[in-house]
């Protein structure tokens, strides 16, 4: 048989093997979008994923001030930890229990309760996580960072940061941040932060 008899049937080969190697790329840019969702909707809760479960306790740290008031981190902490206290998935130690750990622990009741100090807190009382953060103010602007983070080893759970134009907004990015950490946890998004 004539070489130039087998041409159609190569070109038919060659086609079909592009369109199959283009079908394989295009699922897997389609993947690897699916799987860099920013809003992390596609990734499991901690508590479906089995990294928390409900019920588990978790211990709120004092949040690092940045921004120069000595007032203003006790608040945000005080806000985030009463948030975070609404969530049916974990229970926050209230700062009743926190200060009798201390005690217990050797400390002063009302010793600040910086992350390393909570991790401790949160080892001596069984609790499975803490929840550390810092108000920041860069001009008229603040920024909350959150961080959950495992007791036992420190690793990190969550990651959040809101920011507020001014200090008008402060109080809603607060709520923000622990409306995204209470859904990482496993709430409903449909969940409301409460707004004070």
Do not use: W
């Not at 369109?19 to 295009?26: F, L, N, T």
């Amino acid at each position: 048989m004539p070489s130039s008899a087998l041409l159609p049937e190569r070109r038919k080969s060659r086609t079909g093997v592009v369109a199959i190697a283009g079908a394989i790329v295009a699922a897997a840019l389609l993947g690897t979008v699916a799987c860099n969702k920013s809003d992390g909707s596609d990734r499991p809760s901690l508590v479906a994923s089995g990294r928390l479960a409900a019920g588990d306790r978790v211990v709120v740290a004092d949040f690092a001030n940045l921004t120069g008031d000595s007032l203003l981190a006790a608040r945000v902490t005080e806000v985030f930890r009463a948030d975070l206290g609404q969530s049916p998935l974990v229970q926050v130690l209230t700062t009743g229990q926190v200060a009798s750990a201390l005690q217990r622990m050797g400390h002063a009741p009302d010793t600040a309760l910086g992350a390393k100090l909570a991790r401790e807190v949160a080892t001596r009382e069984g609790a499975k996580a803490i929840v550390a953060g810092t108000v920041a103010k860069f001009g008229v602007t603040y920024a909350i960072s959150v961080r959950l983070l495992g007791a036992e080893r420190g690793n990190a759970l969550a990651t959040y940061e809101e920011t507020a134009d001014d200090s008008s907004g402060l109080l809603n990015a607060v709520h923000r941040a622990s409306k995204l950490l209470r859904n990482r946890i496993g709430e409903s998004l449909g969940t409301p932060a409460t707004m004070r």
